[in-house]
């Protein structure tokens, strides 16, 4: 950064005001994401009904009772509410967890590999990159059934492609620094080099990178369920919950609507805890809001 | 130019060869058996094995994989396991929907998030701009299906504007019609797709505005408008192109999806049924064309960003980062 700034339009925000906006940024993700992860955590010892218990009317409008009302069956909506949260961050989590498993693993071998085996990895996660998330979940769930455990599966794999080339351009520049070569010609082994210095200088990058793959993995888990393919009854997924609230949006517009708030509700606080993030790990970039 | 467009040619080819191999295998080697959409839960072994020679599954893995490459080289995509029906001309007539619904929505989303991209950067301080931030980031957030079913509600259902769902039985006959039943969809897809792009767009923009060349040109007396439209645009725009193959790409998984909402009888619709039919044949068509597709988009990407950008010409793959 320089002392002399450009007059162009973007400088009239002082960079006082930019400091908190961008904090204000991490603060509302936090908040959005704890409030969903909290409703998680209550749902695992407190429902307000037993989630197949079909003794409210069918299709009835918020109430006391039934705070956003009951499904066709007379089912809950609050309670499937709750659960679809647990199935979404449980997703989002594990989701995450294999694609970075996988896609560091692979990122890391192609940046350390000869030029000939990277080429072959990087044409391959071309390939792969190319095709959209959804379309690589539904291959694998196609070949392995719908259940919960294929849906985080699948995403995973599906997301791994994108760390996986990620990992492998961050890496590759890592190892291009004059300290690597210092490292190496003063005898650091290949794994010392990623503990020490690779994972190190790569991690806030990826790191946003990844809370910005939860989100997809959980907007995938949903359009998967809205289609079928996601984790069968009696998980209450939101996007299960959006299909089978789909035909009644008119006589019961609640159960259409609230699952797809949670879901924005989640998704927009995982996105804004990535943008705040970026920005506290480099200081040094600007107007990223 | 032309050594490199041989050379991105082949890449195209080896990309295409491995996309085959991945496709066939995850869909093979997974466990689940090609025969089973054949057969009711409780089929005898005589059955079982009959349906396995009937749908080639008792042959060795490595023959079934040449016997689909040859067939695809002669443009044969095999049959359906369900219907008996041959693949490829079903994909023909499913695509007179889905590729119009693409590039119309594509078209739209492009409408929309290149001005709303290049205000939300260059007037990042005012309320417009910070709203059009603000809805780009509510966008990358909604799940497409839900967007659809709100606007059917609003405009199909409420408003009696447009049809909620289905496509007219005889295809294009009726331009008209057509366009009415592919017009919530269109919009539906478009919605979200700018989001994306106006995020992409507007922070090509804000790179370009940042930039030591436009500071430079802007230091020798050139005004800002003509800083932006001389150097801006044309270095902004590299990295928008490529972002902009997998956009199209992105756009139709949408379709895919939003078929579904909608009831279009396109390509979505047709891999939805072959999925829950464990119809293989049928998958692996519509995968394999999928992703010809998304490849040749993303060579067509490539090929428009080394022709504005001399600087990227000497790297093979995209990313042209080593």
């Given at each position: 950064m320089t002392a002399v700034t450009p007059s162009d339009a973007t400088q009239h925000v002082s960079p006082r005001l930019k400091g908190r906006r961008r904090s204000r940024t991490l603060a509302i993700g936090i908040a959005f994401v704890g409030l969903i992860v909290a409703v998680a955590l209550v749902s695992l010892v407190w429902l307000p009904y037993e989630p197949s218990d079909t003794s409210g009317g069918r299709l009835e409008s918020p109430s006391w009772e039934h705070w956003i009302g009951t499904d066709k069956f007379g089912r809950d909506l609050l309670t499937q509410l709750m659960i679809g949260a647990r199935i979404a961050i449980t997703v989002g989590c594990g989701a995450v967890a294999v694609g970075a498993t996988i896609g560091i693993t692979i990122g890391l071998v192609a940046a350390f590999a000869k030029p000939w085996l990277d080429d072959t990895i990087s044409a391959t996660l071309d390939v792969l990159i190319a095709f959209p998330v959804l379309l690589l979940a539904m291959l694998i769930v196609a070949a392995q059934g719908a259940s919960?455990?294929?849906a985080i599966l699948a995403i995973g794999i599906a997301l791994s492609a994108v760390v996986a080339r990620l990992t492998r351009i961050l890496a590759s520049q890592v190892l291009r620094a004059q300290y690597v070569t210092a490292a190496r010609t003063s005898g650091t082994r290949w794994?010392?080099?990623?503990?020490?210095?690779?994972?190190?200088?790569?991690?806030?990058?990826?790191?946003?990178?990844?809370?910005l793959l939860f989100g997809a993995a959980v907007l995938a888990e949903a359009s998967l369920s809205y289609l079928g393919l996601g984790a069968p009854p009696p998980n209450a997924s939101w996007g299960r919950m959006l299909q089978e609230a789909q035909a009644t949006f008119t006589t019961a517009p609640a159960g259409a609507i609230a699952p797809g708030i949670a879901l924005v509700i989640l998704v927009v606080g995982v996105n804004f805890i990535a943008d705040g993030l970026r920005d506290l790990a480099d200081p040094t970039r600007k107007r990223s809001r | 130019m032309t050594v490199y467009l041989v050379r991105r040619l082949g890449f195209l080819v080896i990309s295409f060869a491995i996309a085959m191999v991945v496709l066939f295998l995850l869909l093979r080697v997974l466990p689940g058996d090609p025969a089973n959409a054949l057969?009711?839960?409780?089929?005898t072994q005589e059955q079982i094995d009959a349906?396995?020679?009937q749908v080639g599954a008792?042959?060795?893995?490595?023959?079934?994989?040449?016997?689909?490459?040859?067939?695809?080289?002669?443009?044969?995509?095999?049959?359906?396991?369900?219907?008996?029906?041959?693949?490829?001309?079903?994909?023909?007539?499913?695509?007179?929907?889905?590729?119009?619904?693409?590039?119309?929505?594509?078209?739209?989303?492009?409408?929309?998030?290149?001005p709303a991209g290049f205000i939300a950067a260059v007037r990042a301080d005012r309320w417009y701009g910070i709203l059009l931030s603000g809805f780009s980031q509510l966008g990358i957030a909604v799940p497409v299906f839900w967007v659809g079913m709100l606007l059917v509600n609003v405009f199909a259902v409420n408003l009696r504007w447009l049809p909620s769902g289905g496509f007219p039985r005889d295809d294009w006959a009726n331009p008209g019609a057509a366009l009415t039943?592919?017009?919530?969809?269109?919009?539906?897809?478009?919605?979200?797709?700018?989001?994306?792009?106006?995020?992409?767009?507007?922070?090509?923009?804000?790179?370009?505005?940042?930039?030591?060349?436009?500071?430079?040109?802007?230091?020798?007396?050139?005004?800002?408008?003509?800083?932006?439209?001389?150097?801006?645009?044309?270095?902004?725009?590299?990295?928008?192109?490529?972002?902009?193959?997998?956009?199209?790409?992105?756009?139709?998984?949408?379709a895919v999806v939003v078929e579904s909402v909608f009831t279009l009888p396109g390509l979505?619709?047709?891999?939805?049924?072959?999925?829950?039919?464990?119809?293989?044949?049928?998958?692996?068509?519509?995968?394999?064309?999928?992703?010809?597709?998304?490849?040749?988009?993303?060579f067509l990407a490539d090929v428009a960003q080394?022709?504005?950008?001399?600087?990227?010409?000497?790297?093979?793959s995209g990313n042209g980062i080593r």
């Open positions: 919960l455990g294929t794994f010392g080099i990623v503990g020490q210095h690779v994972l190190p200088n790569i991690w806030p990058t990826l790191g946003v990178n990844l809370a | 057969l009711s839960v409780n089929a349906a396995r020679a008792d042959l060795p893995l490595f023959q079934q994989f040449t016997d689909w490459f040859g067939g695809v080289l002669s443009l044969d995509l095999g049959s359906s396991f369900i219907s008996s029906l041959p693949v490829g001309p079903e994909i023909a007539a499913r695509m007179s929907v889905t590729i119009p619904l693409t590039l119309l929505s594509f078209a739209l989303a492009l409408l929309i998030a290149l039943s592919l017009a919530l969809p269109v919009i539906t897809i478009a919605l979200v797709m700018s989001a994306s792009l106006t995020r992409y767009i507007r922070s090509a923009t804000l790179d370009v505005i940042g930039s030591d060349y436009l500071r430079s040109a802007r230091a020798q007396g050139a005004s800002f408008s003509g800083a932006f439209w001389r150097h801006g645009l044309r270095n902004g725009i590299v990295p928008v192109i490529s972002i902009l193959g997998i956009e199209l790409a992105t756009t139709f998984l949408g979505g619709s047709m891999l939805l049924t072959a999925i829950q039919q464990h119809d293989y044949p049928n998958i692996q068509g519509i995968l394999l064309v999928s992703t010809l597709l998304v490849l040749v988009i993303g080394r022709l504005i950008d001399p600087r990227l010409r000497t790297s093979i």
